[in-house]
């Protein structure tokens, strides 16, 4: 390929500094270095946690960067000591890695890879190193992944191969927000068949969470948010009921154990809100209650009584729902491609790297499910 080994300017949308609109910029890309990937990235999705990095944790350190980490592309070129992929290979690049060697890959109970940027930089959501250089200065890439640019680089051990059938404008969904929320249902909550679930907050996260938790067999799910917009949407994934919680003059965890006969199941936060991850587990049934934590927030101490506990309930984390990453996600896309799980569904809105400020403001204002921007020509 003509540009392998050489470095690659191109566009990317550069987060200078927190609470600022994003800038599209030239950038360089330099060329792979050993176990590494170059990636054409052709389209991507914004996910709240780009939102978290620019607005709510603001970390001083992780910026400047390059946002976007819900991304499909095609390998342009790869370093030296990469046998796995090819010029030309569909890929999804991870923002959690799977080495296959550290003990926690080795361990079936996590995901948590111990290799890839987020081991000792989690609040900075960036790893120190980056193949990234705009007017002279080194610009860091968000998650390790970078998607809002038309090239990234990445380590082989943080990019996933899928089928080359796959559609990149639609299985980029599965970068992040649809693989995370399916995941914390299916993987981490274990949702039951005919078991009662609730879902707190209804973007894409949260709806593939109801779509996990249907997948499961659960036989209720009730779908919270404070936006009823999102209802009929949450309708199409499997939710049964639907709560706003601004309809109530009590706690949402009384109403919801009227309406279960004590509490559900299972309950996944899916909002990044630690008033909202009390509530979710306080809904959940004594006994034997599960209650995931899936929505990100790293800037405040959560707190509930410790009764709840103590009387059965569990509660759990999930990050990207608990799939290792690399066999995980090129399963997703073939249960995507077989029809066993939605991607389309939760695109509202499709638009071009150049007007991701407005699909920021989207998001911002609850006005969208998924904007998936187009990034590179394929
Ligand atoms: P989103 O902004 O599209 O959706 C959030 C939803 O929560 C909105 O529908 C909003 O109306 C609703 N909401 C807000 N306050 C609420 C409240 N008090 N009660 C009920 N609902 C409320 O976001 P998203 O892209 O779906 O992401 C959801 C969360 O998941 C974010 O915190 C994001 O950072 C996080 N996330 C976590 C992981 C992970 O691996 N754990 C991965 C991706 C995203
Ligand atoms: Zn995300």
């Given at each position: 390929m003509a540009t392998a080994g050489k470095v690659i300017k191109c566009k990317a949308a550069v987060a200078w500094e927190p609470n600022k609109p994003l800038v599209i910029e030239e950038i360089e890309v330099a060329?792979?270095?050993?176990?590494e990937v170059r990636i054409k990235i052709v389209a991507t999705g914004v996910c709240h946690t780009d939102l978290y990095h620019l607005f709510e944790g603001m970390h001083k350190d992780g910026f400047p960067a390059v946002l976007g980490h819900e991304g499909a592309g095609i390998v342009e070129s790869v370093g030296p000591g990469v046998t796995e992929f090819q010029p030309g290979d569909k890929v999804i690049p991870l923002f959690i890695s799977q080495c296959k060697q550290c003990r926690f890959c080795k361990s079936p109970?996590?995901?948590?890879?111990?290799?890839?940027?987020?081991?000792?930089?989690?609040?900075?959501m960036a790893?120190?190193?980056?193949?990234?250089?705009?007017?002279?200065?080194?610009?860091?890439?968000?998650?390790?992944?970078?998607?809002?640019?038309?090239?990234?680089?990445?380590?082989?051990m943080a990019v996933a191969k899928v089928d080359p059938?796959?559609?990149?404008?639609?299985?980029?969904?599965?970068?992040?927000?649809?693989?995370?929320?399916?995941?914390?249902?299916?993987?981490t909550a274990k949702v039951e068949p005919g078991s009662t679930c609730a879902v707190f907050g209804l973007g894409a996260v949260g709806l593939a969470a109801v779509m996990g938790c249907k997948a499961a067999g659960a036989k209720r799910i009730i779908a919270v948010d404070i936006n009823p917009e999102k209802f009929e949407k949450a309708k199409v994934f499997g939710a049964t009921e639907f709560v706003n919680p601004k309809d109530h003059n009590k706690p949402i965890?009384?109403?919801?154990?009227?309406?279960?006969?004590?509490?559900?199941?299972?309950?996944?936060?899916?909002?990044?809100?630690?008033?909202?991850?009390?509530?979710?587990?306080?809904?959940?049934?004594?006994?034997?209650?599960v209650s995931v934590l899936v929505g990100w927030t790293d800037m405040y101490d959560f707190a509930a009584?410790?009764?709840?506990?103590?009387?059965?309930?569990?509660?759990?984390?999930?990050l990207f729902g608990g799939f290792k990453s690399k066999d995980g996600v090129p399963e997703m896309v073939k249960a995507y491609l077989d029809k066993k799980v939605k991607l389309d569904e939760f695109i509202t809105h499709k638009m071009t790297l150049g007007e991701v400020?407005?699909?920021?403001?989207?998001?911002?204002?609850?006005?969208?499910?998924?904007?998936?921007?187009?990034?590179?020509?394929?």
């Open positions: 060329p792979p270095q050993a176990n109970k996590t995901n948590q890879c111990e290799k890839g940027w987020a081991a000792d930089r989690h609040d900075v790893s120190a190193e980056s193949r990234f250089t705009c007017k002279g200065k080194k610009v860091l890439q968000f998650m390790g992944t970078s998607t809002f640019s038309q090239y990234t680089v990445m380590n082989q059938a796959a559609p990149l404008d639609k299985v980029c969904l599965l970068g992040c927000g649809v693989c995370t929320g399916f995941g914390a249902a299916v993987n965890s009384q109403v919801l154990a009227e309406m279960t006969d004590g509490g559900v199941d299972y309950s996944l936060e899916c909002v990044g809100n630690v008033g909202v991850m009390r509530s979710a587990l306080e809904s959940c049934v004594k006994g034997w209650g009584r410790p009764i709840q506990l103590i009387a059965g309930r569990t509660w759990k984390g999930s400020n407005d699909a920021i403001e989207l998001m911002k204002h609850g006005e969208c499910i998924r904007t998936v921007l187009s990034v590179s020509p394929q």
